[in-house]
């Protein structure tokens, strides 16, 4: 095995290990937050958030990952990137502040001025992270990159518990945020020992410009893709509604964020290392795909499969409402993540324009479907954007049949099992529930038999059709510690 795979694997291993006491963290704040808070504050949270990630997507400019796939880095390009963010970072701050009052009048809820003002410090806090994080991503430092990654996510837990122990309501979720995303400012440039130098040759910035403005116009139609239910709820329906799908969304989303978050973390530096070798190239994204949708499909599902029993036993009747509309995430969830690996893959390839492209089709038809199922409601909505996803999952598997000469059979080889697995689950989960209804059992006993029976059903048949990917999961995970990175 040569170096380069020892810490593809060596970074899978710390990123699943650290991920996975986030996740079990995450969940257990969430459940804790949301018993206490309300709608509207996540709706207020929500809405505010539109705006800030709008201008850290802007800020950002897309230059980490145009550090990162630059094969000569010099000490000029990281100065010139540094100070120009540094630039741009207050600039977009000094608009979200002055555009703060008129955002909270057209909503009607004069806690966003503040809210934005305050939340919006992030926007200064990310850009000036772009270059130490680059350098860490550069040599592959993953074990560094998911030690961070964690104390970061560990501070907002228990800074947001504490919070909302003493009573903050929504400034809980929002000083939180900003706190670790600080640490992570910090933390980066220690750990990359970056100091910024003096700005020179300033002209050289224009190329990084140039390949950073593809991936960060594909990042703002991302943003705004994944935005659009937020926006539209907003303007038609209220903060309460918002608050309903945000936190619907919080928690169908979190295994693609968690987990997603570990290959991503991985995927760009390893393909940018990588991209004159097709061949490797190839191999690699059909592995990270394979695993990637072994984890995600049957976590999905799972919730989908017990979000009935899961939402008044943990959250309790006033979150009631946001069952369909989670169960429909989920759904649509599993089939984004059989292709969310594919846009990373053309920007680490140096093809950001196609990933581009993406974002586009989708932003040209996401909101056309929303804005018609909107007229029957948040779960008519939903249903919308369900419809719309594999529109553009269409022209990513074109793409990248084309990018990679990856035959049709080949991909879908990376997702057979795990969709047969899952659907073993389904029906395993479906056979037994009207015998649980039957008996009249407690939800705690309802959703530990179905989770118990759905694993074991999951699993078996995994086993039986491919036990070689079980076992390389395995031997990852023991690899964690042979040799530092």
Same mark, same amino acid.
Request: glycine content about 6%; hydrophobic content about 55%; proline content about 4%.
């Given at each position: 095995?040569?170096?380069?795979? %020892?810490?593809?694997? %060596? ?172 640490? #992570? ?119 989908? #499969? ?11 009747? %006033? ?33 950001? %324009? ?27 909505? #939903? ?103």
């Amino acid at each position: 095995m040569d170096n380069f795979n %020892k810490k593809i694997i %060596k970074g899978f291993a710390w990123e699943s290990s650290t991920r996975l006491v986030v996740q079990i963290a995450s969940w257990s704040s969430t459940i804790w937050v949301a018993r206490i808070l309300t709608p509207d504050d996540y709706g207020l949270i929500g809405i505010s958030g539109i705006f800030t990630g709008l201008f850290i997507t802007l800020s950002g400019m897309g230059l980490s990952q145009a550090l990162i796939n630059k094969k000569e880095l010099y000490d000029y390009d990281k100065a010139n990137v540094f100070w120009t963010s540094f630039v741009t970072a207050f600039l977009f701050y000094f608009i979200l502040f002055i555009s703060s009052p008129y955002i909270a009048s057209y909503y009607a809820s004069e806690e966003l001025e503040n809210i934005i003002r305050i939340a919006g410090l992030i926007v200064i806090a990310s850009p000036l992270s772009v270059v130490p994080r680059a350098l860490v991503a550069r040599k592959l430092r993953f074990k560094a990159i998911a030690l961070i990654s964690m104390v970061s996510n560990v501070m907002v837990i228990a800074s947001t518990l504490y919070m909302v122990y003493l009573g903050w309501g929504y400034w809980a979720l929002v000083l939180s945020t900003v706190g670790a995303e600080m640490f #992570l400012l910090v933390a980066y440039m220690v750990v990359a020992g970056y100091i910024p130098g003096r700005p020179k040759n300033i002209k050289t910035v224009l190329p990084l410009y140039a390949f950073g403005f593809s991936v960060m116009a594909a990042r703002l139609a991302s943003y705004l893709n994944m935005n659009w239910p937020t926006i539209i709820l907003g303007s038609t329906m209220g903060k309460t509604s918002v608050g309903h799908f945000e936190m619907a969304r919080i928690l169908a989303r979190m295994p693609m964020q968690k987990v997603g978050e570990i290959f991503s973390q991985i995927a760009f530096p390893a393909f940018s290392h990588i991209k004159e070798d097709r061949v490797k190239v190839k191999r690699l994204f059909l592995s990270m795909n394979r695993f990637l949708f072994m984890i995600i499909a049957p976590m999905f599902l799972g919730i989908a #499969l017990t979000a009935a029993e899961f939402i008044p036993l943990i959250l309790g009747e %006033k979150w009631l409402i946001i069952v369909f509309p989670m169960q429909i995430i989920c759904l649509v969830n599993i089939v984004i993540g059989g292709v969310i690996l594919i846009p990373t893959l053309l920007e680490g390839m140096g093809r950001p %324009k196609a990933s581009l492209k993406y974002q586009l089709i989708m932003a040209a038809s996401s909101p056309v479907a929303m804005l018609v199922g909107v007229q029957w409601g948040l779960n008519g909505m #939903l249903i919308g954007w369900a419809v719309s996803v594999p529109i553009g999952n269409l022209y990513l598997f074109v793409t990248l049949f084309d990018c990679l000469k990856i035959t049709i059979k080949e991909f879908f080889d990376t997702v057979s099992v795990t969709a047969i697995s899952c659907f073993m689950m389904t029906i395993t989960i479906m056979l037994v529930n009207p015998l649980l209804q039957e008996y009249h059992w407690g939800l705690l006993a309802v959703i530990t038999v179905k989770i118990l029976l759905g694993v074991s059903a999951y699993l078996s048949c995994y086993v039986l059709l491919d036990k070689e990917d079980i076992k390389k999961v395995y031997l990852m995970l023991r690899r964690r510690n042979e040799v530092e990175t």
